[in-house]
């Protein structure tokens, strides 16, 4: 416990406001309900809860030593060390939102410099300061698309081949208002260019992943024409190790970028803390959602500093006309992609994701070699590609788990038809010896 | 201070930290369709940039540095076991595709949070994938929609919000397409019951409640209020920002509200980060369970010892799922790690204190600043930053003026009900000896503004930077380090 009262201080305190117990300060609480029993565990000391955590670690740590393929949205990375060293400083991780920015330069001038490594990636002109994650990010993508076309373009289309979480995240925010999430039906193994015939006057934007969800790198620029000339918007969800090689999304002429940052120095925790990556034109970016910090001057001395701005946009002062409800973001988590972006900086960036499409092409091409199963991806990929097996994949995962290793995921989870497939993701952290391995067991278990 | 470079401002080309070793692999030719040109990142050594986020570090005024008693974000200490076993290996290092029975410690550990959060407020089942406050009242307001359409009631519209609410309420009705209509406070800072009698007619969706609400007060007829939106067939909404008074004091779940989120990172000790990550789970009464955002963990089987198998369910109703994977989970490990630390003695005692430091603060100022409403606050309290007798001075002038004392400035000109609102929340985790030297410079500061107001209007004095130019931040707009065009054409 971290309260620091001592019997003497409570007294003391007590007796300045002039109330003589701590009851008495809860009176005006309701009496029949006032200080419930908590059915709770027992109060732990330091040592005892670290040894309960620790128990519960252990029941995972098999699975986590072993050699892992999954990806689908969340990716195994080297964390250079010196990130972590440096989110432990207090100073950055005890601080909040920099509404004081006399006392709050670093957290400004840190946010400052990530949303330039993000335009710098993207090619956009502004960058929030973060949002959740990806899925969120994309939702809130299609709120400014919409919001840009100032509510009057009723419907989004969404690539068939988008993230399933990040549409039925974006289907979720969705529901409430009077606006369409259309491209479920297509098939999502088609080129995107068969997206264009979805788009109409009223289409708000188009949205596509890149690479998308099944790894695979596309060439947007007819879609992106063909979005424009129909007055709607393109947006691409990225994953941005990727940009580390690829092109940029400004050269399919996006209007809004988004995606998940976790790829940049965050461990997978499960699911969470990730980040959420939203950047766009000069055009719009007062319609982006959430904090954007800027570069200004101090009024006395004039040195450069950052402030947050345009906070016109945001729920504290819009209230119900914000063009987004978001508060706290993700700062921490945005600290540390701008210290893995320096730490690897622009030569180590390209190399990771060389290394992720090297070693993912290896890994594909050893499995296509493999009697009865198929190398479903026949396009350019970056480092996660599709294999239908001889057996449904749920049985093959099964039989690599008793081998000791994770297998991909499985797809027919969310795509229909697709029982037998697989998708594996390879990094730098999936060596040749790894990928050796699972070839071995794939052969065995097929 | 001397002027900070970026990052970009110290990059030398060929500088390189971390290195990656070669691909073992055969080569495979590259796309060469989809090669980028150029990529513009820094380029520095390890020490440069060390030394860069560290310098960078000092800038800032964290819990860690000083008193920081910003109110309505709970800026108490950050237990450092907390970073201990967040960052055990089986968490940090799990993928959340794993298969479930790779991960049972995760599930295990969302499946008792998830229990102690519904048992701390008094509710049926709560949803950990809420990622921050404002987001789990996006989750709450979208479950009283679904709710009552589902009932066939389309024509409840409206939303009913306080003028004292925080405005991620507002913004996050509107975004749910319902109408916000405002209910006036009354003179003593409650909910004016005649206001909201006259707007509960049957288009009412619900009422967004904060308790104690932001002017750190307890509701004083909360039970009656939500029975009246109840008996007009709304449901209520409780914004749990405020949870660390209320642990171990009273369930909310008793006051009558359906649905509240909470915020690990305000009552839970997870750390502010800068601005995040927060995560807000979301608390319903039984009759909404089915409705919560996907997926929840249960015990789906037990093996003949009676071992259980937690697995991830999605409820029958659900609104769908509110962002990718399962939640914040790190921040889950540290609030489960606090709340084992404190069972349930532990917890009403957090909340005990942090009203106990707030009334004491509170009664030591309230001779020099005026307090709007006299009453016994609840973890937090507002005072205005104004007098007669010193017409230039604002709540913007103090609040700057306490940096120079190494003091965070609290939450100003919130509430918007209060004039020149300072928002002052100290937490449980402040020591008298803190609490009394806030007391003290907030009595010298307002000497100051009736004696020598100058000083006031030019603080703060003594931080790295003075005031800054806001203006003209949003008329240049310069977001970026070097805009990629200017740095490809310096090259
Ligand atoms: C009263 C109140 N409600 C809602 C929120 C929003 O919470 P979050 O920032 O976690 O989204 C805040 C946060 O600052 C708050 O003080």
């Known amino acids: 416990m971290f309260h620091p009262h001592t019997d003497t201080d409570r007294e003391k305190m007590l007796a300045a406001i002039g109330a003589k117990s701590l009851e008495e300060l809860f009176e005006i609480v309701p009496e029949d309900i006032r200080f419930p029993d908590l059915d709770l565990p027992k109060t732990h000391s330091e040592m005892e809860a670290y040894n309960a955590l620790y128990g519960l670690h252990t029941k995972n740590v098999p699975g986590i030593r072993m050699p892992n393929f999954l990806g689908a949205g969340a990716y195994r990375h080297y964390v250079p060390a010196a990130v972590d060293a440096i989110l432990r400083r207090g100073e950055f991780f005890t601080a909040y939102t920099p509404y004081q920015p006399e006392i709050s330069q670093g957290t400004l001038q840190a946010i400052f410099e990530y949303q330039s490594h993000v335009i710098n990636l993207t090619g956009m002109d502004a960058s929030n300061a973060s949002h959740y994650d990806g899925a969120t990010a994309a939702a809130e993508a299609v709120n400014m698309a919409y919001g840009i076309s100032r509510k009057k373009k009723k419907k989004a289309i969404i690539s068939p081949a988008l993230h399933p979480h990040y549409r039925e995240t974006i289907d979720t925010y969705f529901k409430p208002a009077d606006f369409d999430i259309g491209g479920e039906d297509l098939d999502p193994w088609s080129n995107p260019d068969t997206l264009i015939d979805s788009i109409d006057e009223d289409t708000a934007c188009v949205v596509v992943q890149y690479p998308d969800f099944f790894g695979r790198v596309f060439d947007y620029t007819a879609l992106g024409k063909a979005a424009h000339e129909a007055g709607s918007l393109l947006v691409m969800v990225v994953n941005p190790m990727a940009l580390g090689m690829l092109k940029a999304p400004s050269e399919f002429d996006a209007d809004i970028v988004c995606g998940e940052g976790q790829p940049f120095g965050i461990g997978l925790s499960y699911g969470g803390p990730y980040l959420g990556m939203l950047a766009t034109k000069k055009k719009h970016v007062r319609s982006l959602a959430g904090r954007i910090v800027g570069e200004t001057e101090d009024l006395v001395e004039r040195k450069r500093g950052y402030v947050l701005t345009l906070s016109a946009r945001e729920q504290h002062i819009r209230r119900e006309r914000a063009s987004s409800n978001i508060c706290s973001n993700q700062g921490l988590m945005a600290l540390a992609a701008t210290i893995y972006l320096t730490m690897v900086g622009k030569e180590g960036l390209r190399e990771v994701a060389e290394l992720c499409y090297q070693n993912a092409h290896y890994a594909a091409s050893q499995i296509a070699g493999l009697d009865n199963f198929e190398l479903v991806t026949d396009q350019t990929f970056f480092n996660e590609f599709v294999v239908k097996c001889p057996k449904p994949a749920e049985e093959i995962n099964k039989a690599l788990l008793e081998k000791g290793i994770i297998g991909g995921y499985e797809i027919g989870k969310d795509f229909d038809g697709m029982e037998n497939h697989l998708m594996f993701a390879v990094t730098e952290l999936n060596p040749k010896e790894d990928i050796d391995a699972l070839v071995s067991a794939l052969k065995e278990v097929a | ?491």
């Open chain 2, 1 to 491: 201070m001397t002027e900070q470079k970026t990052i970009y401002e110290k990059s030398s080309p060929g500088r390189r930290a971390v290195r990656f070793p070669k691909p073992e692999v055969p080569l495979t030719a590259l796309p060469n369709e989809f090669l980028r040109k150029d990529l513009v990142l820094p380029e520095v050594d390890e020490l440069e940039a060390v030394r860069h986020f560290t310098n960078l570090s000092q800038l800032n005024h964290g819990v860690d540095t000083g008193f920081y008693p910003l109110g309505s974000c709970t800026m108490k200490y950050n237990p450092r076991i907390n970073e201990e076993t967040a960052r055990l290996s089986g968490f940090a290092k799990s993928h959340p595709l794993q298969p479930s029975e790779t991960v049972q410690g995760n599930l295990k550990l969302m499946y008792l949070l998830q229990k102690y959060l519904a048992e701390i407020s008094g509710f049926s089942q709560v949803t950990l994938q809420p990622a921050a406050g404002a987001h789990g009242e996006l989750t709450g307001v979208m479950i009283i929609r679904k709710y009552l359409y589902k009932k066939g009631e389309t024509q409840r519209n409206k939303i009913l919000i306080p003028d004292s609410a925080h405005g991620t309420n507002p913004a996050t009705s509107a975004m749910n397409n319902f109408k916000v209509v405002e209910i006036k406070s009354d003179a003593r800072g409650n909910i004016d019951l005649e206001a909201l009698r006259a707007e509960c007619d049957d288009t009412l969706a619900g009422l967004m409640l904060t308790n104690p609400n932001t002017l750190g007060m307890f509701e004083e007829n909360v039970q009656e209020v939500c029975k009246i939106v109840h008996d007009a067939g709304g449901l209520v909404y409780g914004d749990g920002a405020n949870m660390n008074a209320l642990l171990g004091i009273a369930k909310p779940a008793e006051f009558g509200i359906d649905i509240l989120h909470y915020n690990l990172h305000k009552t839970f000790s997870t750390p502010h980060g800068g601005g995040g990550p927060g995560s807000g789970p979301v608390g319903v009464v039984d009759f909404l369970v089915d409705y919560l955002p996907g997926p929840l963990v249960e015990i789906v089987e037990e093996d003949e010892e009676g071992n259980p198998f937690y697995d991830l369910v999605t409820p029958k109703h659900s609104i769908g799922r509110m962002k990718a994977f399962h939640g914040q989970f790190g921040m889950m490990v540290r609030a489960y790690t606090y709340i084992l630390m404190h069972g349930a003695k532990g917890l009403r005692e957090v909340s005990e204190m942090a009203v106990l430091n707030a009334n004491y603060l509170m009664h030591k100022l309230k001779d020099t600043y005026k307090i709007p409403y006299e009453r016994t606050c609840m973890h937090e309290f507002v005072i205005e930053g104004r007098w007669e007798d010193a017409p230039d001075i604002h709540a913007l002038d103090i609040s700057k003026r306490m940096m120079d004392f190494g003091i965070h400035p609290p939450t100003t000109y919130f509430p918007l009900i209060v004039k020149e609102a300072l928002m002052v929340e100290p937490t449980e985790t402040e020591n008298l000896e803190t609490l009394d030297y806030f007391v003290e410079v907030m009595l010298k500061i307002a000497k100051e503004a009736h004696e020598e107001p100058e000083i006031l209007h030019a603080a703060p004095l003594t931080t790295p930077i003075r005031r800054m130019d806001e203006v003209k931040a949003a008329k240049d707009l310069v977001l970026c380090c070097v805009w990629p065009e200017d740095a490809i054409r310096a090259e």
